[in-house]
């Protein structure tokens, strides 16, 4: 019995799961005569604690492979261990008992309800989960975001940054150990996707919250330590960042050459 918890950063990589294993996928779409494989035989492992970017272009089929590893949809082919668990031949029931336990997601647009308060959007989904001190868990969630002084306003009494951070609240609640982002900073001014870059940091670094996230942005892709690049519905890259940059710690080279 050597280095058990202090082992070197390797040796403790190796040693952690796979918590998500897609092996082959494909997922063609059916529309009239015309098929589109969005997913073209997608084959990927990801582990526990790992901080992962998706890049393409449009079309390539980043949302396709969010919703997968998401669990929203089913595959036309290939299979899915999520956890150690075979989702490719769950019923509808046991997905979304699934989704619900282990999976938070955050869009671009936030979809909040537009007139109900941040404190009751976050407590939806231990609603579906069926978890009690749904008060307290939700004010936890809002306060770990940095809206612990915004818990009853609505979306229309918030910023766009807050309104992203009220829906990683709602993400975080039930205590995902993954994260799934389709363009979370999208729809957000730089300063906004800073600030949830960083809470993205945060949770993946001090809680091991397993974070995915898509991005068009080569400079957010940065802050992360793995980019996944698609192209046609196929993974064309996939790269590990050394030294991932630290969010709010380093200016994008086009600000730094403007000031
Ligand atoms: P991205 O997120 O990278 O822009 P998507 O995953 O949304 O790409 O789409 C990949 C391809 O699959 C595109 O050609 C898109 O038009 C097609 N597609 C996505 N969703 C559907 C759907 N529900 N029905 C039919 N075609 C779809
Ligand atoms: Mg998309």
């Known amino acids: 019995m050597t280095n058990s918890s202090n082992g070197r950063d390797e040796s403790r ?3 952690r799961k796979p918590v998500i294993a897609i092996s082959d996928m494909t997922k063609v779409y059916t529309m009239g005569e015309h098929e589109v494989r969005a997913l073209d035989g997608v084959s990927l492992e ?3 604690g790992d901080f992962v970017s998706v890049m393409g272009p449009s079309g390539s089929g980043k949302s396709t492979l969010m919703n997968m590893l998401g669990a929203l949809d089913q595959p036309t082919g290939g299979t899915y261990l999520l956890d150690g668990t075979d989702v490719s031949h ?3 029931d046991e997905l979304a008992d699934t989704r619900n336990q ?3 997601f955050v869009f671009q647009n936030f979809n909040l309800l537009s007139r109900t308060p941040a404190l009751q959007q976050v407590e939806l989904p231990l609603i579906y989960s069926g978890k009690g001190e749904r008060r307290q868990r939700a004010e936890a969630a809002l306060e770990q975001v940095g809206l612990g002084d915004r818990i009853h306003h609505k ?3 918030l910023s766009g940054g807050q309104q992203q951070r009220v829906a990683i609240a709602r993400a975080l609640v039930n205590e995902p150990a993954i994260i799934l982002a389709d363009e979370p900073t999208g729809n957000l001014d730089s300063k ?3 600030e949830v870059m960083q809470l993205f940091q945060k ?3 001090e809680q091991g919250i397993t974070v995915i996230f898509v991005t068009h942005d080569p400079w957010i892709a940065r802050h992360t330590r ?3 690049t698609l192209a046609d519905g196929k993974i064309v890259r996939d790269e590990l960042i050394d030294e991932p940059l630290v969010a709010g710690e380093s200016k994008r080279p086009s600000d730094t050459a403007l000031h």
């Open 13 to 15: 990589h190796e040693n």
């Open 46 to 48: 990801i582990h526990e």
């Open 90 to 92: 769950m019923s509808d």
């Open 102 to 104: 282990k999976i938070g």
């Open 155 to 157: 979306p229309s009494e």
């Open 192 to 194: 906004s996707g800073t």
């Open 203 to 205: 949770l993946n670094s």
């Open 226 to 228: 793995r980019v996944i």
